[in-house]
DNA sequence: ATAATGACTGGGG
DNA sequence: ACCCCAGCCATTA
């Protein structure tokens, strides 16, 4: 159940996913201290793993704290994630890991993400506007 | 209510 | 760089 009111741990975690720009990246941690806690990085990519297909959410722009792209059950999903992120114009180094120094996302504070939540609420479908794609 | 689970993380060896 | 381990956490595959 929710710590507090308000949308779901996963639901904020799109909300902020959501924000990060084209040719950007950010941590699991990242997101998880923007939402509360850091510590709940796992749970981050939890919800990553759950988010529903065709949900407009980056997926691909959260990688973890080393710079790379974290391994699943389905081995293809590294290549798959990192063509997404090169399309993109993020270059891997031959370590396999990106330079966070120059392609991590700079963030947003959590009470910034809800109001522009809250702005798309109630702005007109065709007038909304969007950080990310 | 409990245990299990996983796209994490930081620290050690 | 690589492998392992012990915390940590929301949700329930």
New binding site residues.
Partial sequence: ???QDGP????RVYHVVRLIPRGKVA????VASII????????????????PEGKAVP??R?I???GRI????YAG?ISE?RQLLEREGVVFGA?G?VDLEQYQWEGLDWPDIEELERGWATEPPGRRWRLGD
């Fill in positions: 159940m929710p710590r779901s741990f996963f639901t941590t699991y941690g990242q509360a806690d850091p510590q709940a990085a796992r749970t981050v990519g939890w919800a990553l793993n759950k988010l997926w691909h959260v973890n704290a080393q974290s391994p699943r059950r999903a994630q370590d890991a």
